[in-house]
């Protein structure tokens, strides 16, 4: 089966994630991630792989055996089966030829895809962009990433004279809402040594660095009073909140950073006068900032308590996933390095982004299993004007075929990267 045909395939059905379910609990939070799965197991047994699970929370895992008896470290490769629930509509993909200027994705509702938006679609003219007809996301975040290693998986069964060791794939749900699959993830039983998400964007970026994570959830405890006898008595829980955002540095938040500078974000704020909850996103590159950003919401609140009276102010810490460069250190750098010269056999030229968030590979490799995160060729994720250029998905999947072979290439003299 031809790439494209694949992933337009996996656009059909419609893995919208539901925070309403997930915040029950339920996972898959919605069905169309089981029948995606359950689609994804037919054809993994169509293509002769081995170790085939379908997991009634619709993790998948599959293994493609070795066909060498050199001792080669085991690597896998991983894909979400959800997309983000900004839009909900079925997805209509269609293939157009890109010519330069703006592309029609709707004439009836007049809806473009516009270069003076979007320059980059400069980079593409002469290539096939698959795209939608305005009217919902593509959903190549993450279904790029289950066509790419679709077809390398095919394509290595088809080629048995290319030499390789033991390959796994693990394709989770509900990445789109905190990562839950990768939560439920085991690692242990999985058996990998190490691996990749596909879940970036255009051809060549590279992650390997990412967020440290955290949440904060801050209670404010007041005491309500009438109006007409409020003097004296009323302690606003809503105010003391407002005045605790005050005091957050000015201009480490998300609106006011970029690259490499961490924030605080108030992300909710819910209440009364008598109780108010604030929850907090803490983010930073490294894990000094990191533990120092969180050490200063704690003395926030501490301060704050003894203004207010003890039981005022209550903060509780969380953390939700580490930068994956913590896990790719030293000796556990080979990954990266592998991975670079896979780009590089491709004639791809690797561009190095610190991701301003999380992805699967962030909470798979705090497990112990080290997982950068590749292209997949898509612009515009949880978009209307999400769009995945031809020439790009296949890239996608030539790099993973390329790390297969530069692992094969890397460990057969016995010598383990450094």
């Not at 694949?6 to 169309?32: C, D, H, L, Q, V």
Request: a negative charge; hydrophobic letters at 35%; one cysteine or more.
């Amino acid at each position: 089966m031809d790439i494209v045909e694949r992933f337009i395939n996996y656009t059909k059905i419609n893995t919208t994630t539901s925070r309403e379910n997930g915040a029950k609990g339920i996972m898959p939070s919605s069905p169309g991630q089981m029948k995606l799965a359950k689609l994804l197991v037919s054809e993994l047994e169509a293509l002769g792989m081995e170790d085939i699970i379908l997991r009634e929370n619709a993790i998948v895992t599959a293994t493609l055996p070795a066909n060498t008896d050199e001792t080669i470290p085991v690597v896998s490769f991983f894909g979400h089966l959800d997309t983000s629930a900004e839009q909900t509509a079925d997805t209509k993909a269609q293939r157009l030829p890109y010519n330069g200027g703006d592309l029609c994705l709707n004439p009836e509702l007049n809806i473009y895809l516009r270069e003076s938006e979007f320059p980059e679609l400069k980079n593409y003219i002469g290539d096939d962009l698959i795209v939608t007809d305005g009217t919902s996301l593509l959903g190549a975040d993450d279904k790029a990433a289950l066509a790419a290693i679709m077809n390398a998986l095919q394509f290595l069964i088809s080629h048995p004279e290319i030499r390789h060791g033991e390959v796994k794939v693990g394709f989770v749900p509900d990445e789109e809402q905190g990562l839950r699959g990768a939560k439920a993830f085991d690692v242990s039983e999985f058996g990998a040594d190490f691996g990749y998400t596909l879940d970036c964007c255009g051809i060549g970026e590279f992650v390997y660095e990412n967020w440290n994570a955290g949440d904060a959830e801050i209670i404010f405890t007041g005491q309500s009073a009438h109006p007409m006898s409020a003097k004296g008595k009323l302690k606003n829980s809503l105010l003391m909140a407002h005045k605790f955002i005050s005091m957050l540095p000015g201009g480490e938040a998300p609106e006011y950073t970029e690259g490499r500078e961490g924030y605080y974000w108030v992300k909710q704020l819910q209440g009364n006068s008598a109780r108010t909850v604030l929850k907090l996103d803490i983010r930073d590159f490294s894990e000094e900032g990191y533990h120092a950003r969180k050490r200063f919401v704690r003395q926030l609140a501490e301060s704050a308590c003894a203004l207010w009276g003890e039981g005022s102010v209550i903060c509780q810490l969380s953390d939700r996933y580490a930068n994956v460069f913590n896990s790719l250190q030293g000796e556990g750098h080979y990954p990266i390095d592998i991975a670079l010269r896979a780009y590089q056999r491709c004639g791809i030229t690797p561009t190095p982004v610190a991701m301003r968030g999380g992805y699967d590979g962030a909470v798979l490799s705090q497990k112990g299993l080290p997982c950068p995160n590749i292209f997949t060729g898509a612009h515009n994720f949880h978009s209307i004007y999400e769009y995945l250029p031809v020439r790009s998905l296949r890239a996608a999947s030539d790099v993973v075929i390329a790390i297969i072979q530069e692992t094969f290439n890397g460990f057969t003299t016995g010598n383990r990267e450094s």
